[in-house]
Structure formats: C-alpha cells, structure tokens
C-alpha cells in the first residue's frame, strides 16, 4: 500500500512538474509574442510620427521669397509696424466679426516708381494643432491680390496649399460674403483658419488704411 502511494505521489510530481514547465513555457511564449507585436507596433507609429514631421516641417516660402512674390520689381519695401487703438480693435473687429486677439499689426507696403503697389500682412492662425504661416496681399483698394501658405505645419489639411482653394479670396474684399469661400473635405479646420485670416487681413487694411485716406480725402 504505501509502495502504491510513494508511486502515485511520484507520479504527481512528475504531473505538476510537467505542468508548471509547461507553463512557464506558454507564459514565455505569450511575453514574447506581446513583446514583438508591441515594438511591431511602436515602429509603425514611429513611422506615421516621422511622416507627419515631413508634413509639419513644409516650409513653402521664406519671408524673403514672400516678399518678391508680393512686390515684384518693387524698388523699396516698407515696414509699417501699427499699434492699436481700442476704437481701431473694436472696427475691426465689427468688419471682421470675429474677436481680435492682436494688438498691433505689421503691414509690408511695395513701392515701385514711386506709387504704393498695395500691401501685405504675414499671419500665423491654428489650423487643427498647429499654426499655418500665410501672407495675404492687398491691392491699394483692399482687395485681395494673392494668398500663399508659407509654413504648413499640420499632418492633415494641406489641401489648402492649393492654388484652386487660394484664388477664391482673390479679388474679394472685406465686405465680401466669406461663405461663398467653399470648404475641402477633410481639411475644414485648415479652411476656417485661412479664411479668419485673410479677412483678418482685409479688415485691419481697410480701418488702418483706406478709412485713414477716406478722411483725409473728405476734409
């Protein structure tokens, strides 16, 4: 009897042994498994972040190039640096409609032969996360004569690079009707950024500027 014990006990062992390596076996296998798929997993977002540092460091225009593309041939460029009044902030932003956050604007104006060759006004706005550098450029009479992005830093949105989304500010004023400026798809927060500046633009142009020369002109 005892024989048949010290045998049954044996086998228990031998059983629970079996049964703990088989364990410690399938734990490995799972740690290891988890292990690839995790580092699987880090190198694929590894992947998007690096793709979406490509898209974020865009740079389309240096300030320099935006210059020449504003004012071409211009034989001097000047830096008018406008601090705000609280009459002006509160103009603007009844043209605008819209609460300004700025308090001083700097407009770069092109001279050519002696006539002014209109303005423009370099803005930095949150698109989703990150700000979109763009300039907007006026022609004398507040019109819009061109918008180019200058830094796109988003991974989504870049649509709005595009000429067929930028030329249809062009021509427009700040009294133009903005919901006729048509979104894209994937890429509103982008749109409504572009579009808050450049009328941004053509408000603070039309109170600093053209309301200055009205007065003036009505005296």
């Given at each position: 009897m005892v024989k048949i014990l010290n045998t049954l006990l044996d086998s228990l062992k031998v059983l629970l042994f079996n049964g703990l390596f088989a364990f410690i076996i399938i734990s490995l296998l799972a740690f290891f498994n988890f292990s690839f798929a995790a580092t699987d997993e880090k190198l694929k977002e590894?992947?998007?972040?690096?793709?979406?540092?490509?898209?974020?460091m865009s740079l389309l225009l240096t300030k320099k190039e935006a210059l020449e593309v504003a004012f071409p041939g211009a034989d001097k460029i000047k830096k008018d640096r406008v601090w705000l009044t609280k009459e002006q902030i509160l103009a603007i932003e009844k043209i605008n409609m819209f609460k300004l956050v700025e308090n001083r604007f700097t407009f770069y104006q092109?001279?050519?032969?002696?006539?002014?060759?209109?303005?423009?006004?370099?803005?930095?706005?949150?698109?989703?996360?990150?700000?979109?550098t763009f300039m907007t450029v006026l022609n004398t009479d507040g019109t819009v004569r061109d918008v180019e992005i200058m830094i796109y830093r988003e991974s989504q949105g870049?649509?709005?690079?595009?000429?067929?989304?930028?030329?249809q500010f062009f021509g427009k004023n700040a009294g133009s009707d903005r919901r006729k400026i048509l979104t894209i798809t994937g890429a509103t927060l982008s749109v409504n950024a572009i579009k808050l500046g450049v009328y941004k633009a053509m408000a603070a142009y039309e109170v600093l500027y053209l309301n200055k020369k009205r007065t003036i002109a009505s005296r």
């Open positions: 590894d992947e998007k972040d690096l793709k979406e540092k490509e898209v974020i092109g001279i050519k032969n002696g006539k002014p060759m209109g303005a423009m006004l370099i803005d930095n706005i949150i698109g989703k996360s990150f700000p979109i870049w649509e709005v690079k595009y000429d067929s989304f930028l030329r």
